[in-house]
């Protein structure tokens, strides 16, 4: 029986697809349950609208899935583990983690499912692929340091940050005096 599908089945087709299945699939499954209708004259018509519409649906979704992409490519994760001296982690970093971690950093929710299988078990730092989008790849930059050692790292990460602020309070501070000694000049001039 041919049929036209309304929504996605697994290992048939996708909405408004025409597909050929056996007569009691369509009659006792697939159309009692509103995943498919007999193909026939007026319904042809219409599941040329759904593969329009279903067309702009996969855009908008490619769309937002590369923008998602771009956020992500890139941003750097830290962890902190108990490892061997040498460098071998007791465990590993696994994939929930890192987009746990993601989410924290980017508010982006990535399904741990879209983030590369590779175990993460020794020290250092390893780019891990993300299977988003079609128009870039992106790479989340995974960093593993000892436990005692993290905190170090993080103030090592945060120290440029801290300075150019101190650089700007010291700036301040000399516009101030600036100001201040010009004021004195215009009132001794006075």
Known sequence: MKVILLSYVYKHGVEGEVIDVADGFARNFLIPKGLAVQATEGELKRASKLREQAAVKRA???????ELARVIDGV??????RAASTGKLFGSVTTQEIADELLKKTGVDINRRRISQQQLREIGTHSVPVRLGNEISPNVKVTIVREEEL????????APAEEV???GEAISEVQAE????AAADETANE
């Not at 908008?60 to 590369?66: E, F, H, S, T, V």
């Not at 600036?178 to 000694?181: F, H, K, M, T, Y």
């Open 165 to 167: 602020v101190e650089a």
């Open 178 to 181: 600036a100001a201040g000694e």
């Open 60 to 66: 908008q979704l490619d769309a937002r899935m590369n």
């Open 151 to 158: 905190q170090e790292y993080l103030n090592k990460l945060n």
């Open 76 to 81: 750097e994760v830290v962890f902190g583990r």
